[in-house]
């Protein structure tokens, strides 16, 4: 059975760094890109950036480029995105997702399959 | 960027009443493109992908429609677990970007 688990949530002062993870299990890991999304209070679904765990190529959305960094240690088959200086309006719902690929009418089709079950983050001074 | 624009944003709504929800891109996105069911507090569930493909487990009221630029989410006989909060998200380029979501309340 395919998982996603995240660790859990985290209470963090402006300015202080953050490293949350995602561990991923029930698959071949290298073989499918892991994105971040974000999800503000009350808010819609952002998505942030992904890594191939195979290579560590990332692609970032310009929105959060220079904000995070993704990173991946396939070795055990976990996602992390980290701050290194949080502010108060980093204070969201992040769920990680796997990225699948399936052929229909004979084109790839990617979308995101299974999603951790969210870390809340809350920076408050 | 793609942006993605759906319609309505809020739409009330009874037990039984055939729903559609759209989702109109900036520029063409062939059918890259997969709706989101979320309830408070959850991850979203993946409802459909390539536009109409329906993911296994989804119940067949659920039907997706539509390419290039413009697609539809419809809900033949709405049930009292399907209201929620629905996203379209397109996957053609880089970077990945979601509707604004539409919110499904009972009338």
């Known amino acids: 059975e395919v998982q996603l688990v995240q660790s859990g949530a985290e209470v963090k002062k402006p300015g202080e760094s953050l490293k949350i993870s995602c561990k991923a299990s029930g698959y071949i890991y290298g073989t499918y890109w892991i994105a971040w999304v974000r999800q503000m209070p009350g808010k819609g679904l952002e998505w942030m950036g992904i890594?191939?765990?195979?290579?560590?190529?990332?692609k970032y959305s310009p929105s959060f480029q220079g904000q995070v960094t993704i990173s991946v240690d396939k070795s055990i088959t976990t996602a992390y995105l980290q701050w290194s200086s949080l502010k108060a309006s980093d204070t969201a719902m992040y769920f990680c997702?796997?990225?699948?690929?399936?052929?229909?009418?004979?084109?790839?089709?990617?979308?995101?399959?299974?999603w951790g079950q969210g870390t809340l983050v809350t920076v408050s001074s | 960027d793609i942006q993605l624009t759906q319609s309505p944003s809020f739409l009330s709504a009874s037990v039984g009443d055939r729903v559609t929800i759209t989702c109109r891109a900036s520029?063409?996105?062939?059918?890259?493109l997969a709706w989101y069911q979320q309830k408070p507090g959850k991850a979203p569930k993946l409802l459909i992908y390539a536009a109409s493909t329906l993911q296994s487990g989804v119940p067949s009221r659920f039907s997706g429609s539509g390419s290039g630029t413009g697609f539809a989410l419809t809900i033949s006989s709405l049930q009292p677990e399907d209201f929620a909060t629905y996203y379209c998200?397109?996957?053609?380029?880089?970077?990945?970007?979601f509707g604004g979501g539409t919110k499904v309340e009972i009338k």
């Open positions: 520029q063409g996105i062939s059918s890259y």
């Open positions: 997702v796997r990225r699948r690929g399936t052929l229909v009418r004979g084109s790839l089709s990617y979308y995101f399959d299974y």
């Open positions: 890594i191939y765990p195979g290579d560590s190529d990332t």
């Open positions: 998200l397109q996957l053609n380029s880089y970077p990945l970007t």
